[in-house]
Structures are given as C-alpha cells and as structure tokens.
C-alpha cells in the first residue's frame, strides 16, 4: 500500500509539473513573438473609452476632496483606435532629451512624462531591435505616462492646468545638467511653473511651482501619477514580483494585478518617505514624493468597459499661496532599469526610503545580496557573466566544502553498506519492523549516522536557492553572452530537440513544447542522473526507479528556464559529483554509474532463493 500511495503521489505531481508547463509557462516561440509584438504598435479599432484618470480636475469639473485624501479621475475623450507609437508622438509638440541611459520627450500638452525608452537595453538581443520603451504616450498602444500638477481645495474654482494644457518652454531640449522649465499663465493671476532635471540614469526631477500675482489667496495641493493601460504579462512565478508595489512608512507593500478585479481592493495608504508605483521583470516606473512630507497615496484599477487601466498617485499637503507668494514643492520620478548599483546609489545619495527594495531579493535577502555583489564583482573582473556564473559556483562550493563533505563520506559510507543491506531486506524483507532494528544494529556497528548526510545539504538549500534568484531576477544577466550558441542566459537554450539543435525550423505545436528541450537542459539532466547514480540506492526497488527517473522529469521541468540557470545546475552537478567521486576513492568504495536497482524481497534468506 506504501508503494501504491508512493506511486500516485510521484505521478501527480509529474503530471501537475507537465501541466504547468504546458498551460502556464511560456514557450521560447511564444517569448520570441511577444518580444517581436513590442517592437510594433497594434492598430486595431476600439470603440471611445474615457482616458486616464488624472487627479487634478479641469476647468468646470467637480473639485477633488480635500488635499490629504486623492482625488477622482476626470473623465475625457480618448482616440478610438491606438496609434503608431511615432503617430501619438506627434500629437503633441515636445521637448527630447537624450541620456547615455535614456532617449525620449516630454509631451508640452498636459506636461507628460511619457516617451521614455532604455538606449542600452534591446528588446531582442539583436542589436539592431528597437529600444526598450518604459513610458509610452496615450493614443499608442500599452500607453504608460507620468504627470505632475495641482489639486483644489473642495469648493474653490481655479483655474488649473489640465491634461490639454499646451504649456511654453524655456528650451527643446532636455540634458543632465541643463534642466528645462514649462511654464503655464491661467490669465487668472496664477502662473505655474515646472522645472524639470534629469541625471545621467533614469531619475527625473520635477519641481511644481505656483506664482500668485492675483488678489486673491489660493490653496492647492500638489500631486503626483503614474498611468498605465493595459495589464502586462508576466512570467506568473512565485519568485519574482510584478505589478504595483510601494514602500510605505519604510515597509514594503506588493500588490498582484488580480487584486483590482472590478474595481475591488482599492489600497489607499498614507506615509512620509518611500515611493510607489509599478514594476515588471527587469523595469520599473515609481512617483517618489519629498521624503519629509507626509501624503496620501493609492494604488487603483481605473473603470473602463473595455481597456485595463490602472494608476499609483500621491497628494501631498494642502499650500497656502497668498497674493505676492510663490510656493513650490519637488518630488521625482524613476523610469528606467532596475540596475542594482543604480538602486543602492538612489537610495544612499538621494535618501529614498528603501529604494533598494525595488529589487526583489525575497526572503533570503541577507544571502541573495552578498551572493549578487560577489557575482558582479567577479563579472567585472572576467567579462563574461557565464564564466563569472562558473567562479561563483566554485567559491560557493568551497564555502560549503566542510559540511559537503560530511554529506557525502556520510552517503559514501551508507553506499559501501548497502551490499549487507541488500542481506537483510532478502532475510526479513516481509518484516519491517525486525528489518529495521537490524538496520539500526548495522548502523550503529559500523558508527553511520543516516541523516548525517541530510543535514548539511539542508543547511545549504537557501544558499543555493538565494544565487538562483539572483540568477533569476537581476537585470545584469539579460542578453549576457556564453560561449557557442548561447548568446543570452537569461533566455532558454535556442538549440532545441525538435528543431533538429538548429538544423531546421518550424512552429512547434504548443503540445510538443515539453518535448522541445535544448542542449544544455540536456547535459543537465545528464549530470543529475550521474550524481544520483553515484549515492547509495533506496532498499525499495519501486523507490528506486522512480528515483531513477526523477533526473529525466526535472530536465523536462528545467528546459524551459534561463540558459544561465540551466548552466549553473550542470555546472553545480558536476563539481559536486566530482567532490563525490574524490570521496568514494579514498573510503575505497566501488564506483559505477548507472547502478541498477535492487531486486524485489522475497522474504527469503539469499541461500534459500
């Protein structure tokens, strides 16, 4: 009955594993398609839907609820079919700006922040593909755009500037050092102002001025939102987030796309310092308000019948601007790619509360971090970030090499015995509980302690697991170079089975695509099945050959994972099978590969067979 419920257990879980794969995770064909979709806007006719929503009202709407609170979206008239990127540009006149990081513009109609593209990084590894876009104008399709204004105080009307304000500049175009500012004159006696600066990275920083030359006191509200259509796909692993997240009063909020269905679980939230806004794999858009003040934040799914839209803003406190006055308030904006060491500078020189939690370390941080800062260390040293992969595993292994050992002379030992081991499940194989007392006696006469070879091995699982999220996760590993035919570790191995390794091409029929492994997925699996050959084999011959099976079903599980994680664990299998090997020569145990499993127990002494 054990064996029975054993064998049920391993054939669900293969077959939840297998459906995974198949109804879940990605294929490299479909990967490929999405990344080549990004490279084109979809033209497609969709009936009128309102446009995003803005917390400032416009002139004759209803005014917002009082500063501290954030205020409705205003409804307006958005195009009824999306537009070539390069068409939504040109609807609005623009200042550009061109970084070593960063190319894009500013719309001067309703002062958006929403042409924003990477000029480092490729949305394919082709390096003639378009660059990576982090903000798109509205009209285009996937539009993601940033403004900055002012919010009323209930039951004032003024004159504020709104999404179609065509606001004047100072200059065309934008450059470290050279800030640009917009300018607006309500002819009501209110000019505002905004000087926008933009560093050599992906920060910009946008300084909201209002002039008062009226007769009259106003009282407005600065405020600050970032827009998103649409609900990107992401790769739907626990180990990564992607979607809306914040810090707020120093603790970290995550927040999954599901969580806004119609509307519901609407998250408000107040806090001095931190920053909010929405993340995917490798880039980030995030509002960071003055760290001192303290504002009113949310993060919300905008109604709409058709498009999927969804915003994070803040209000910051009410302003008080007598005639003659000029009040002012700064706040920034992150577009850009989460680079570590960009991270860890914007959080120590700029004194962003916790900046550095943008990047998803999870909860092994305290190994992910030193993991990833040797990682890059050695990168920076060698040049070749799969090679680096290659010395980090080796300085890991080394770090452990004590405690590995244990392991292994523990199962070395527990494989030399399994010769009399095999006596006693033929003599009392139909008794288990004398077979084991037995057992007890050998182990004890020969002083083996079976879980000695647990426990290290345990002890270094989150170890392991930290330098495969840092693998996993970080942006340093995208479109990095191997040796051969792999030109991107964080993609799967190109060269795949059904495709003849590269011979010959064809659109695999989505059912196929477990079978489709590559190269090294291959070789992977290989040196799991050598490592597993070389431990001692279960006394159960039915546990034996599932175990001998398990290698070929994690190669079909793996093969769809970055080339460089599929990389380490080859690599990983063969230091530590090597490790073992070194150990089984000097106890003076027999080596072979590929030992078969035990024979059934007949409940019979071996002479008596």
Not at 14 to 27: N, R
Not at 207 to 226: C, F, W
Request: net charge neutral.
């Amino acid at each position: 009955m054990d064996q029975k419920n054993l064998i049920v257990a391993i054939a669900l879980s293969v077959a939840i594993i297998l459906g995974w794969q198949y109804l879940v995770a990605p294929s490299p064909e479909q990967m490929k398609r999405d990344a080549l979709e990004k490279q084109r806007q979809i033209d497609e006719q969709r009936k009128a839907q309102p446009a995003p929503g803005t917390p400032q009202p416009t002139p004759g709407s209803v005014p917002p609820p009082a500063p501290g609170t954030p205020p409705a979206p205003a409804p307006q008239t958005a195009p009824t079919t999306f537009l070539e990127r390069a068409d939504a540009l040109k609807r609005s006149p623009r200042v550009t700006f061109r970084t070593p990081e960063l190319e894009g513009s500013i719309a001067l109609k309703g002062a958006r922040i929403d042409d924003v593209r990477l000029v480092k990084h490729r949305i394919t590894v082709d390096p003639n593909s378009g660059m990576v876009p982090v903000l798109s104008p509205e009209g285009a399709h996937d539009a993601y755009y940033a403004e900055f204004g002012w919010a009323l105080k209930p039951n004032t009307s003024v004159k504020v500037p709104g999404p179609d304000t065509l606001w004047t500049t100072d200059r065309q175009t934008l450059e470290p050092g050279q800030p640009v500012t917009l300018s607006w004159d309500n002819g009501e006696g209110l000019i505002f102002r905004q000087k926008i600066e933009l560093d050599p990275q992906f920060m910009f920083t946008i300084t909201e001025s209002v002039e008062n030359k009226g007769t009259t006191t106003v009282d407005l509200a600065p405020y600050g939102l970032v827009t998103r259509h649409g609900e990107p796909k992401t790769e739907g692993i626990y180990l990564l987030h992607e979607g809306p997240y914040g810090v707020f009063d120093g603790k970290l909020k995550e927040f999954d796309w599901s969580n806004f269905k119609e509307g519901k679980n609407r998250q408000e939230l107040t806090t001095t310092g931190g920053w909010l806004g929405f993340t995917d794999k490798y880039w980030m858009a995030a509002l960071i308000p003055d760290q001192k003040e303290k504002v009113s934040a949310r993060i919300f799914k905008i109604d709409d019948a058709v498009l999927k839209k969804y915003q994070a803003d803040f209000t910051a406190p009410l302003l008080t601007i007598n005639p003659g006055e000029t009040k002012q308030a700064a706040s920034r904006l992150f577009a850009g790619a989460k680079i570590v060491r960009t991270m860890n500078d914007y959080n120590e020189q700029l004194g962003i509360t916790r900046f550095d939690l943008a990047m998803d370390w999870g909860w092994f941080w305290f190994f992910t971090k030193p993991l990833f800062w040797l990682l890059d260390k050695i990168f920076g040293l060698i040049g070749n970030f799969g090679v680096a992969i290659l010395t980090l595993t080796v300085i890991v292994k080394l770090l452990f090499f004590p405690l590995a050992n244990k392991s292994y002379e523990s199962m070395t030992k527990m494989k030399k015995l399994q010769p009399e081991m095999e006596k006693l499940r033929a003599r009392f194989g139909e008794d288990k509980m004398k077979m084991n007392q037995e057992l007890m006696a050998l182990y004890k006469r020969e002083k083996v302690n079976p879980a000695a070879g647990c426990v290290p091995v345990v002890i270094q699982i989150p170890v392991f697991f930290a330098l495969y999220k840092v693998l996993y996760t970080t942006i340093e590993m995208r479109h990095q170079p191997f040796f051969g035919w792999i030109h991107d570790l964080a993609s799967p191995d190109p060269l795949t089975l059904l495709q003849g390794f590269g011979l010959w091409h064809w659109d695999v029929p989505g059912i196929l695509h477990i079978f489709d492994i590559g190269i090294w997925p291959i070789i992977m699996g290989i040196t799991m099945y050598m490592q597993q050959m070389l431990n001692p084999q279960p006394a159960d011959p039915v546990q034996a050959r599932i175990f001998q099976f398990l290698p070929i079903m994690f190669t079909f599980m793996l093969a769809p994972f970055a080339a460089g994680l599929v990389i380490y664990w080859a690599w990983n299998n063969s230091l530590s099978m090597l490790q073992q090997y070194t150990i089984m020569r000097r106890l003076g145990v027999p080596i072979a590969f590929g030992a078969k499993a035990p024979a059934a127990a007949s409940g019979k002494p071996p002479d008596k067979r």
